[in-house]
């Protein structure tokens, strides 16, 4: 089935995503000079600390996750006449659930981040795994707004291995899951 046609068939899981992204502030249009740099870290759990204290008050974190950026490897928070830089561990969303939805024998997966943004692995959003030097563990991540990821928690990736199957795609062998007609490579089975 071609992608037109799938959108069609998922086209409400689509809308989730679409408002999930309404009224997020044009940061792709401000590029003030850097104003300084923050001690706010987003660590490997999704957690905002700011000077040693986790932000506890979610429509808070909400709000500055609207206005984050990426350049190159770094990551701001900017508004029209400031720009802050910020620390983000792995990722600067934390990916709390996966949801699987089935129609006509096609898969769509979506992701739900702890500040609500929700997207549908596939094209746009796709999924990818990376491992870290030294460490076996593997790094699960999506694409969740323009260049910026987020790293699935333990529970959603073993959600996703459980939807996965045993394939060989393209000469690489492992634990693939499909969503949006595109299968992700989730890892070996050795």
Not at 26 to 37: E, F, R, S, Y
Request: glycine share 6%; aromatic share 8%; charged share 20%.
């Amino acid at each position: 089935m071609d992608i037109a046609a799938l959108e069609a068939l998922f086209e409400d899981t689509l809308s989730a995503e679409k408002s999930s992204k309404t009224g997020l502030p044009p940061v792709h249009l401000w590029n003030p000079d850097l104003t300084g740099i923050m001690d706010l870290i987003i660590d490997r759990e999704g957690r905002w600390i700011h000077e040693g204290r986790e932000i506890k008050r979610p429509a808070l974190v909400k709000l500055f996750s609207t206005i984050l950026k990426q350049e190159d490897q770094n990551y701001f928070l900017v508004t029209p006449v400031e720009k802050w830089q910020i620390t983000v561990d792995v990722a600067p969303f934390f990916i709390s659930e996966v949801v699987k939805s089935v129609k006509e024998g096609h898969q769509a997966v979506t992701a739900v981040t702890t500040t609500n943004d929700t997207v549908v692995v596939g094209v746009n959003h796709p999924l990818w795994v990376e491992s870290v030097d030294g460490n076996d563990q593997p790094v699960p991540l999506i694409n969740i707004r323009d260049t910026m990821a987020g790293l699935l928690s333990r529970s959603a990736f073993y959600q996703l291995v459980e939807w996965s199957s045993l394939q060989t795609i393209n000469g690489r062998r492992g634990m693939f899951v499909e969503s949006m007609g595109d299968h992700f490579w989730l890892g070996s089975p050795e």
